[in-house]
């Protein structure tokens, strides 16, 4: 079974920075695409960034030049450089991973991660 989990979220002051991590675990041999969602009280859950292997990205317009994701495939890890912080930017961010290859199976399905959250203050 494949398991994402996140951390980096917390409190910060609009203008600030924030790294967010996310680590898949399992014997996972390959995924194709990570990324990052978020959601915002009352508000549906939304792309922020993906990456897909080998090194496509896409970012939600919102935060082009702002934030930046990034992915470590040796250790199955995807991150989320996030500077200029808007007030706007606060939400739960999640991590999403598809196309996940394991020891056992081909999960074409998308995992995620239970949460982490950002808040930025003005």
């Known amino acids: 079974q494949v398991q994402l989990v996140e951390s980096g979220g917390g409190l910060v002051q609009a203008g600030g920075s924030l790294r967010l991590s996310c680590a898949a675990s399992?014997?996972?041999?390959?995924?194709?695409?990570m990324g990052w969602y978020r959601q915002a009280p009352e508000k549906q859950r939304e792309l922020v960034a993906t990456e897909t292997s080998p090194g496509t990205t896409n970012y939600a317009d919102s935060v082009k030049g702002r934030f930046t994701i990034s992915r470590d495939n040796a250790k199955n890890m995807v991150y989320l450089q996030m500077n200029s912080l808007k007030p706007e930017d606060t939400a739960v961010y999640y991590c999403?991973?598809?196309?996940?290859?394991?020891?056992?199976?081909?999960?074409?399905?998308?995992?995620w991660g239970k949460g982490t959250l950002v808040t930025v203050s003005s």
């Open positions: 999403n991973a598809q196309g996940i290859a394991t020891n056992s199976r081909y999960y074409a399905m998308g995992f």
């Open positions: 399992g014997t996972i041999f390959s995924i194709n695409a």
